[in-house]
């Protein structure tokens, strides 16, 4: 395993920790918001391992802040990658945790991301198609554990909402409720600064999405929503700052709708099972339980919205292609 870097840069005067290599263990960028007497705002704390806190550790000394004068942490969303690391800060000192109302549950018991992930519907769909269950006992907090990414939950929380105005240092943030890759998703818009962290939705490539987290459909209504904002720049969770947004969120659309272009082209010559389907469009076989069966749900209830095709059991029928 290469070892975990990160740069330590400014963006337009908020400080940010970016993590270099953007995959899956690795922590999400965590964001700095320093006030005048040297109290501070994290925006994501990132993965809950030793070597993801070193990197914030260095980013705050770098910066010249004491964790325990760390107030407040907002939350884009309630996965290990973004606020494992709450498990160690709470050991320090107690800010305020906010999240978005609808990430409160797995943030307060990392047990409800269970459901948020539709680790159920994954092993049911799998099931009904015959496939050989090796998955049966799969166990997702243990497998963010093996990964050395364990999700901690934090022990009280403030809840917020879609178009509420959190003020922290000189920003002040619109939260943007943008679901899709989970079901409390947050955006936050800067306006004077004209920059968005966008979360996990906009970045090198899309955010794995889920039925319970708002699918397809969410995740294209959110790019919607952020489009509309026309950012100058976007911060995103994972991977580089992003200076043509517009371009950027136009890259994602056009790789979701890929995916359902994928799926039409597979059903062009008649029906065809669910799994055929989630290989079909994901490719690697160790991702087809997870998030494979969760992405192909997503698109064929959409599909299904649209009159495109039916379902029958697990067998997927073309209607009007
Ligand atoms: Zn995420
Ligand atoms: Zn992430």
Redesign the pocket.
């Known amino acids: 395993m290469t070892a975990l870097k990160a740069n330590f840069v400014k963006i337009k005067g908020i400080c940010a920790i970016l993590i270099e290599n953007p995959s899956w263990p690795n922590p ?1 960028n965590i964001f700095v918001i320093p006030d005048d007497d040297k109290g501070f705002c994290l925006i994501d704390v990132g993965c809950g391992s030793d070597s993801s806190i070193k990197l914030l550790l260095e980013g705050l000394n770098k910066w010249q802040l004491d964790i325990k004068k760390l107030h407040t942490i907002i939350l ?2 309630a ?1 290990p ?2 606020m494992g690391a709450v498990g160690w800060i709470l050991e320090k000192t107690r800010p305020r945790v906010l999240i978005h109302h609808q990430d409160a549950a797995p943030a307060l018991d990392p047990v409800n991301l269970i459901e948020a992930f539709d680790i159920p519907l994954a092993k049911q769909r799998l099931i009904s198609d015959g496939e050989t269950v090796d998955f049966q006992q799969f166990d997702l907090l243990k497998f963010f554990k093996d990964c050395g990414c364990s999700m901690n939950a934090a022990r009280k929380i403030h809840q917020i909402h879609d178009g509420e105005i959190l003020a922290v240092g000189d920003c002040v943030f619109e939260v943007i409720h943008t679901p899709g ?2 079901p409390g ?1 947050i955006a936050l818009f800067e306006r004077q600064r004209s920059l968005l962290l966008a ?2 939705l906009v970045g090198p490539s899309p ?1 794995w999405y889920t039925p319970t987290s708002g699918g397809v459909v969410g995740y294209l209504e959110s790019l919607t929503k952020l489009n509309k904002l026309d950012a100058d720049i976007i911060c995103p ?1 994972h991977g580089p700052i992003i200076k043509n947004p517009a371009g950027a969120i136009q890259k994602i659309r056009e790789r979701l709708l890929k995916r359902e272009a994928l799926l039409k082209e597979a059903l062009h010559d008649g029906s065809r099972s669910f799994m055929d389907l989630n290989k079909a469009l994901i490719h690697n076989p160790m991702l087809h339980f997870f998030p494979g069966c969760a992405i192909t749900e997503s698109h064929l209830i959409k599909l299904e919205m649209e009159g495109i095709i039916r379902r029958e059991s697990h067998i997927v029928i073309p209607l009007n292609l």
């Open positions: 999400a884009s969303h996965h990658d973004h890759h989970s998703h979360g996990d955010a969770s």
